[in-house]
């Protein structure tokens, strides 16, 4: 036998092939230790146990469900407080601003739907508009299915220039502060009530809106159809700060 046949025998026996699968084998495992420690490092809880179940089902994430419910609130604020005569249908009706009671509880849009009317009777017979800026929207308080946000920001009016023209003129924006309530519902984040915190009334679901106002607080005899005239009672009112800011922005 030559000394390379030897040799070839040497490498080749199985004390020689247990050994190298024995290393093969450390070196799996103790990558798997390392990658368990992390994952488990990551997780929550006060034991190992705790800790992966916690990578298993991680819950709710709270940056994301205060950037959800702020999302929510801003974008009811926005469509609640916005409407005009370009919303109109031909049978005087603004579908599209009744639409934002799919936003609200059953409880809340149940006042809305029984005072919507007043905003389209208001639109058609005096053409006046308003469109919402929410500008800065805060948490007040938040858990896993309720919140009360601060909404604040501007409305801005307009009206036609004169009797039957199709110029709208703009009026001074009017500053706004709001409370929120929201509630969670089937993985959707709803408005339960809303409150100006600057008119010392009832929050809307509290009281029904007196006859002759609309939801959002403009009465029927907003900006007249002359120019010259101020927008009035809009419910918006500027606060006596003059900040209009909420504590909170997003």
């Known amino acids: 036998m030559t000394?390379?046949?030897?040799?070839?025998?040497?490498?080749?026996?199985?004390?020689?092939?247990?050994?190298?699968?024995?290393?093969?084998?450390?070196?799996?495992?103790?990558?798997?230790?390392?990658?368990?420690?992390?994952?488990?490092?990551?997780?929550?809880g006060d034991d190992p146990i705790d800790r992966l179940q916690s990578l298993r089902d991680p819950g709710p994430d709270p940056g994301k469900e205060r950037e959800e419910v702020l999302?929510?609130?801003?974008?009811?604020?926005?469509?609640?407080?916005?409407?005009?005569?370009?919303?109109?249908?031909?049978?005087?009706?603004?579908?599209?601003y009744a639409a934002v009671g799919e936003l609200m509880t059953s409880k809340f849009r149940t006042v809305f739907d029984r005072n919507v009317g007043y905003a389209e009777?208001?639109?058609?017979?005096?053409?006046?508009?308003?469109?919402?800026?929410?500008?800065a929207v805060g948490v007040a308080s938040l858990d896993s299915d309720s919140a009360e946000l601060l909404v604040g920001g501007i409305v801005e009016f307009s009206a036609p220039a004169s009797e039957g023209s199709q110029e709208q003129i703009a009026f001074e924006p009017l500053r706004f502060r709001y409370q929120v309530s929201m509630v969670k519902i089937d993985g959707e984040w709803l408005v339960d009530d809303?409150?100006?915190?600057?008119?010392?009334?009832?929050?809307?679901?509290?009281?029904?809106?007196?006859?002759?106002?609309?939801?959002?607080?403009?009465?029927?005899?907003?900006?007249?159809?002359?120019?010259?005239?101020?927008?009035?009672?809009?419910?918006?009112?500027?606060?006596?700060?003059?900040?209009?800011?909420?504590?909170?922005?997003?």
């Open 3 to 44: 000394e390379g046949t030897t040799a070839r025998g040497t490498l080749s026996s199985p004390r020689r092939q247990w050994a190298v699968l024995a290393l093969l084998l450390g070196v799996v495992v103790a990558g798997l230790g390392v990658f368990t420690w992390a994952l488990v490092d990551r997780g929550a």
């Open 71 to 96: 999302g929510a609130g801003r974008t009811f604020v926005d469509r609640f407080l916005t409407f005009g005569p370009d919303m109109l249908d031909d049978n005087g009706k603004m579908p599209d």
């Open 121 to 135: 009777q208001v639109v058609a017979e005096t053409k006046v508009g308003r469109v919402a800026e929410p500008y």
């Open 194 to 250: 809303l409150d100006d915190l600057d008119d010392a009334l009832p929050s809307f679901a509290e009281a029904s809106i007196p006859e002759g106002e609309v939801p959002g607080g403009t009465p029927s005899d907003a900006p007249s159809s002359n120019p010259t005239d101020e927008p009035t009672g809009s419910g918006v009112q500027p606060s006596p700060s003059d900040s209009g800011t909420t504590g909170g922005s997003e």
